[in-house]
C-alpha cells in the first residue's frame, strides 16, 4: 500500500460534512444501477479512485438503502397529482432519498441543514428545475414530521 492511500486510510473521517454527504450521494446513486451491495460498491469505489469512503457515507447509503420503501414512501405522498416517483431523475431521486434518510433517522443533523446540503448537492449535479424539485418536495416532507 503507497504511503498516499495509507494516510488516506488512517485521515478517512477527518473530511467535511459535505464531502461525507457527496460520498453518500455517489453511492446511492450507483446503487441504483447495480444489485451490488454497498460495502461492495464502496471497495469499488476506492479501488477505481484510490479513495476511502467516510464511515459516515457508507452508513447512510446502508441507511438508505435499509430504508428505501419508508424513502419512497414519503417522496410519493409529496409528488405533484399525476406524478409517480418514475418520473424523476436518477440524480435528485438518490439526493433526495440521502436527504430523506437524515432528516428521518440522523438526530444530530437539523432537518434544514439536510435541506440545505440536498439543494447544493442538487446545484452542483443537476438542472436549476431539478433544484427547486428537491426543496419542494423536501420542503413538504420537512413539515410532516
Not at 447509503?61 to 419508508?70: F, I, L, M, W
Not at 432528516?103 to 449535479?125: Q, R, W
Request: charged share 30%; hydrophobic share 40%.
Amino acid at each position: 500500500m503507497s504511503e498516499e492511500i495509507r494516510n488516506n486510510a488512517e485521515n478517512k473521517n477527518d473530511i467535511s460534512r459535505y464531502k461525507m454527504r457527496e460520498q453518500a450521494f455517489f453511492l446511492c446513486f450507483e446503487s441504483l444501477f447495480s444489485d451490488s451491495d454497498i460495502d461492495e460498491l464502496a471497495d469499488n469505489a476506492g479501488d477505481a479512485r484510490d479513495e476511502f469512503l467516510s464511515d459516515y457515507a457508507i452508513d447512510c447509503a446502508k441507511g438508505v438503502t435499509a430504508h428505501r420503501e419508508e424513502i419512497d414512501e414519503k417522496i410519493s405522498a409529496n409528488l405533484k397529482s399525476g406524478w409517480k416517483i418514475g418520473r424523476i431523475s436518477k440524480v435528485s431521486l438518490a439526493i433526495m432519498r440521502l436527504a430523506i434518510y437524515e432528516m428521518l433517522y440522523i438526530d444530530s443533523i437539523p432537518v434544514s441543514v439536510s435541506i440545505n446540503e440536498a439543494v447544493e448537492l442538487s446545484k452542483k449535479y443537476t438542472v436549476q428545475d431539478d433544484t427547486s424539485f428537491i426543496n419542494g418536495v423536501l420542503g413538504a416532507v420537512a413539515k410532516e414530521l
